[in-house]
């Protein structure tokens, strides 16, 4: 059956409507998505590739460029060298990571590199994200660079799918970071370190927890931060509605409500 990610964007809208964003800001929008040893059956069973669909339907609400950008994770970190656009979100999953070699996979769970180099990516290189990183990570972040000269440069003018350099206007605009994990990290000090840089920053930390795992690191950060908020799924098997009724929540519409509506 084919996939309508307007149809997604719609449903996306009438839950951001619900929560009172009739006109959301222009918000850019990534996913950092687990990609550990427990996660191995969601991304071989397409379910991976839907929650993809899924959070690319509700950036369309965000970003005019309708990019959504794309972390993987495990005890390793990459960006994908293409954001998932409706261009090209068919198969994005095996295209993109599955047959990718260089693509961290099936590993342990770390959080702190992606959030980092989440970070990194929208409002430029930090010196203290190297202190989080050992020398495998600086060999693999520097392959995936390669792949990213490989694939081209994204130019948001012309609306390609690479991945995109922003100037210092666009480096002042909202990020809005959903995480999706199947499972606690090995890493909690250097999470909430992560978590914590982002301060003078304009980002809202969406953490989704996906299945039975007590999730306190999780739990944590929606308790101590204002836009950081833990959502709780018991399976990532979920319809448009209701992962955007949970995603689309009183606390991200507070923050949403901080920045102007796209003119």
């Not at 250097?190 to 809202?204: K, L, M, N, Q, T």
Request: negative net charge; aromatic residues 8%; proline residues 5%.
């Amino acid at each position: 059956m084919a996939i309508d990610l307007h149809k997604k964007a719609e449903r996306a809208g009438i839950c951001l409507k619900k929560q009172g964003i009739g006109n959301p800001p222009h918000v850019r929008v990534g996913l950092m998505m687990d990609i550990s040893g427990s996660m191995r059956h969601l991304y071989q069973d397409g379910v991976v590739q839907e929650a993809i669909n899924h959070v690319l339907g509700l950036a369309m609400n965000f970003d005019p460029t309708h990019h959504l950008d794309v972390w993987v994770f495990d005890h390793k970190h990459a960006q994908l060298p293409v954001a998932a656009t409706p261009r090209n979100f068919h198969d994005y999953v095996n295209r993109q990571i599955l047959t990718e070699d260089a693509i961290p996979k099936w590993g342990t769970t770390c959080y702190a590199g992606a959030m980092h180099q989440l970070q990194d990516h929208y409002f430029g290189r930090h010196a203290d994200h190297a202190a989080h990183l050992d020398g495998r990570e600086e060999g693999h972040h520097g392959l995936l660079s390669r792949l990213f000269h490989r694939h081209g440069q994204g130019d948001d003018a012309e609306g390609r799918d690479g991945v995109r350099n922003f100037d210092a206007e666009a480096r002042k605009l909202p990020v809005l970071a959903v995480m999706i994990t199947d499972g606690d990290n090995e890493d909690h000090a250097a999470a909430e370190r992560a978590i914590r840089r982002s301060a003078p920053y304009p980002v809202f930390w969406s953490l989704v927890g996906i299945g039975d795992h007590a999730f306190r690191f999780l739990k944590q950060m929606d308790r101590e931060f204002d836009d950081a908020e833990f959502v709780d799924l018991e399976d990532l098997r979920i319809t448009d509605d209701a992962l955007y009724a949970e995603l689309v929540s009183p606390k991200l519409a507070s923050w949403l409500k901080q920045h102007p509506p796209r003119a």
